[in-house]
Nanobody
Framework: QVQLVESGGGLVQDGGSLRLSCTAS????????MGWYRQVPGKQRELVAR???????SYAESVSGRFTISRDNAKNTVHVQMNSLKPEDTAVYYCHASVIRRATMRSLEVWGQGTLVTVSS
């Protein structure tokens, strides 16, 4: 079984910062892309930031320049540093990873349980 465990959500004021972390565990041979998505009630889940196994990054236009994604391959961990937060960044943030499972040698898309980020105005 492969799991993603997130941490770091919470309440922050407009203009503040938060850092989300996510660690993958289980029988994994390789982790390909990792990323962060977010969702608000009534809307589709949207990509926030993504990082490849080689470190290439991409960001949603709405967070570019404010958020920075990084990963530690040795620790199977991905982070997103969120600066200059705005009330419209309020959402449940989900970690995502594309992993190769040891048991099947096949790719599996895995999601974390979500962590709430609330930005107050």
């Amino acid at each position: 079984q492969v799991q993603l465990v997130e941490s770091g959500g919470g309440l922050v004021q407009d203009g503040g910062s938060l850092r989300l972390s996510c660690t993958a565990s289980g029988s994994i041979i390789r982790i390909n892309a990792m990323g962060w998505y977010r969702q608000v009630p009534g809307k589709q889940r949207e990509l926030v930031a993504r990082i490849s196994s080689g470190g290439s990054t991409s960001y949603a236009e709405s967070v570019s320049g404010r958020f920075t994604i990084s990963r530690d391959n040795a620790k199977n961990t991905v982070h997103v540093q969120m600066n200059s937060l705005k009330p419209e960044d309020t959402a449940v943030y989900y970690c995502h990873a594309s992993v190769i499972r040891r048991a099947t040698m096949r790719s599996l898309e895995v999601w974390g349980q979500g962590t709430l980020v609330t930005v107050s105005s």
